[in-house]
């Protein structure tokens, strides 16, 4: 019997939506050590739970709520958690973070983890409290967009609980469909469709549930001193701008991906800027709960907008006229669909809010199929870049799985695959997750991060895209000799997503790993060091390529579409700049053995990561 | 030499202009150079004649530079942005 450390409840929730049954099991604390939470105890309980080869959608198809030991504690922004699954739109593993109140009343539940598996004969509600696992029928959520959906509950059930739901994208299994929790998203890999295939509309969690501290004084000390830092000017840019202040330093130093990452620089982008859109629309400022820094801003569409296509039932969570805006939805529904008009950018995203879409894989699909349209590969005249009204369209289509949404409904991949006719060299995926707002091409250390990123092209698992911006690497020239430097983003990123820990505080630590580790050990008691994380990040990171090996997974998949790797990017700051497939190669083969795999990236030992 | 700096995000904000034409041939000389040009931005922005570490200096798209003594030429376009581009 092993005792179970500060910060944790030792166990976690087994619910079977199928029998109707729920139970709880221990966490071994060796595995919470090596594993700590969210992400990192996500994967390897998904090892457990995921049978070789299962098709998402099934009902033995498992679908986790995570939580981490810093969940409730007073450190900022630690109100997070992660949701799992084997990915819909990739088949591989997929961890997407969200921040809430959920986080806190799912932890308070007494789990550490709530896992659900079966499927539910109705639509259902399954509620959750420490005294109890309940089954209420939704069908009168059905259909109900996630923020009305979640209001509905609270109204029945209170407002101590706290709300994981689904659009109608997640109710019509398109494969990129959100998990919305508190007007949040997690967002990439269609988990919203895993909810949506079990019946699931909503997960209500509420408790009184605590967990205990191990340095409780010092803690609370440390956490003070945390939150004074990032009030500082390390998060200014995400306070006073946000993260939309990306968009003019990308498009000057042509790495902001347009029209299907045709081109990397964007005339219009000065519409579209926060710098021009604080001045055109009215915008206010919101926190993630228990966030100090305060990085949401909400944009406010104008009074003489156009009215959009409606989703069957409106609901944002920021009002009907409010939208949060960050870098990745305003890159993927504005230059990428070549979208330049600031309202259609707005309206895209609340629909994307309103049914549960994830803006980043629905912008790269549509503007995927604009570029088809506009080559003749796909008859629908109106799909052409910047069309702001076949954009809005395509997303009400693509919710409903109607028309040609149908198609598109399962992501840029599967369409190509549909449309053929050399389409799959541009559809902008890897492993079928559509790419961020970073061209890989005059970005290319993060080119690697993409190619071999476990969840797909991704922003969030890699940072690789800061060893661009910086005078370590030449970002238009990869070097196997700066893969280092693409890991230790990954690695540190692998820590934060599992503590769970904000990447907007990054900037406010000297050390960030030792940071962490000591946030670890004020929680915790653990004497653990940055040695121990850096075996721990190496060990997740392992995991995941472990389960994705199970899951199929083969070299081919580490790669980036053909467009990236025979056109050189047309004109612009970037103009010139190409990635050629030896060059991308010679980067994944130094990878796999710093990484202590075969040089083609299979696992040498994979009972570290069990 | 005369070149251009342009400010992006914060540093925009404390500049207070987008864009600026300065006379410099080398960084360290810019940065003093916009230190009596915009005061306000280089108590922002510098500190002991640095960037301070949430800032880049770029050089015309294409070379990220730190160095104090790193030579600029006629025409030369100094991008001033955040050193954290999280998205």
New interface residues.
């Given amino acids: 019997m092993t005792h179970t450390p500060p910060g944790y409840h030792g166990r976690y929730l087994h619910v079977d939506l199928s029998t109707r049954q729920s139970d709880t099991h221990p966490l071994p604390a060796d595995v919470l050590r090596r594993f700590i939470g969210g992400s990192g105890l996500g994967t390897w309980l998904l090892q457990q739970h995921t049978p070789d080869g299962i098709d998402p959608f099934a009902p033995d198809a498992a679908l986790l709520f995570v939580f981490s030991p810093l969940v409730s504690s007073p450190l900022t922004t630690s109100a997070k958690f992660a949701v799992m699954a084997k990915s819909p739109l990739t088949q591989r593993i997929n961890d997407s973070l969200s921040s809430s109140h959920f986080a806190i009343a799912g932890k308070k539940t007494g789990n550490d983890a709530i896992i659900i598996t079966g499927k539910a004969e109705s639509p259902t509600c399954l509620v959750i409290s420490p005294e109890s696992v309940r089954f209420d029928p939704a069908g009168d959520l059905w259909r109900l967009s996630s923020h009305r959906a979640s209001e509905r509950v609270r109204e029945q059930l209170g407002k101590r609980f706290h709300v994981a739901s689904i659009g109608q994208a997640g109710e019509n299994l398109v494969r990129y469909a959100t998990v919305s929790n508190d007007g949040r998203h997690a967002g990439r890999g269609g988990l919203g469709a895993v909810m949506g295939s079990k019946q699931l509309k909503a997960v209500a969690v509420t408790g009184d549930r605590l967990t205990t501290y191990a340095h409780p004084d010092e803690l609370i000390a440390y956490s003070k001193d945390l939150s004074r830092k990032s009030f500082g000017?390390?998060t200014?840019?995400y306070r006073?701008?946000g993260?939309v202040?990306?968009l003019?330093?990308?498009n000057?130093?042509?790495t902001l991906p347009t029209r299907n990452f045709q081109q990397s620089e964007f005339a219009d982008a000065e519409r579209l800027a926060p710098?021009t859109m604080s001045v055109t629309h009215e915008r206010t400022r919101a926190s993630c709960a228990a966030c100090t820094i305060g990085c949401e801003h909400i944009f406010h569409l104008s009074s003489d907008a156009p009215p959009s296509p409606r989703a069957t039932a409106r609901g944002s969570a920021h009002g009907e006229s409010g939208v949060r805006m960050?870098?990745?939805n305003l890159?993927a529904l504005g230059p990428l669909c070549g979208i330049s008009d600031p309202d259609t950018v707005l309206r895209a995203s609340q629909l994307c809010d309103e049914l549960g879409l994830d803006t980043i894989s629905a912008g790269g699909t549509i503007a995927f199929a604009m570029e088809c349209a506009e080559r003749g590969l796909l008859d629908v005249p109106q799909l052409r870049f910047g069309n702001g009204d076949a954009l809005l369209q395509t997303l009400r289509l693509i919710g409903h799985r109607e028309g040609i949404g149908d198609l598109l409904a399962d992501g840029s991949r599967l369409a190509s695959q549909q449309i053929g006719q050399g389409s799959e060299d541009f559809a902008p995926h890897v492993k079928g997750l559509e790419l961020?707002?970073?061209e890989p091409r005059t970005l290319q250390t993060m080119a690697l991060g993409f190619a071999v990123g476990t969840r797909g092209a991704d922003?969030n698992r890699s940072?690789a895209?800061?060893v661009d911006?910086?005078?370590q690497v030449d970002r238009?020239q990869a070097s196997p000799d700066d893969v280092r430097l693409a890991i230790e983003t990954e690695n540190e990123a692998a820590i934060m997503d599992s503590l769970i820990l904000c990447?907007?505080l990054?900037?406010v630590f000297d050390d960030r790993l030792a940071a962490m580790a000591e946030m670890l050990h004020l929680i915790t008691g653990w004497d653990i060091n940055t040695a121990e994380l850096q075996e721990t990040a190496d060990r997740i990171v392992t995991a995941k390529k472990s389960y994705n090996i199970r899951q199929g997974w083969t070299p081919a998949e580490d790669t980036l579409p053909q467009r990236f790797l025979t056109q050189a990017i047309p004109d612009g700051?970037?103009a010139g700049a190409s990635l050629t497939k030896d060059a991308l190669q010679a980067q994944i083969q130094a990878y796999n053995l710093a990484r202590g795999w075969t040089p083609d990236g299979y696992v040498v030992d994979e009972s570290s990561v069990k | 030499m005369s070149i251009t700096v342009?400010f992006?995000?914060?540093a925009?904000?404390r500049a207070g202009v987008a864009t600026i034409e300065i006379e410099a041939d080398s960084l360290g000389a810019a940065f003093d150079e916009l230190a009596g040009r915009l005061p306000q931005w280089s108590t922002?922005c510098i500190d002991d004649g640095h960037l301070?570490?949430?800032f880049?200096a770029?050089v015309n798209?294409?070379?990220?530079?730190?160095n104090r003594s790193h030579r600029l030429n006629e025409g030369d376009h100094l991008?001033i942005?955040?050193?954290?581009?999280?998205?």
Avoid: C, M, W
């Fill in positions: 000017p390390a200014a840019k006073e701008l993260t202040s990306n003019l330093t990308f000057r130093l042509g710098e960050e870098y990745e890159f961020p707002g970073y922003h940072g895209y800061q911006f910086s005078n238009l990447k907007f990054r900037g700051a970037s | 342009e992006f995000g914060i925009r904000q922002a301070k570490s949430t880049l770029n798209s294409r070379t990220f530079i730190t991008l942005l955040a050193a954290d581009v999280g998205g």
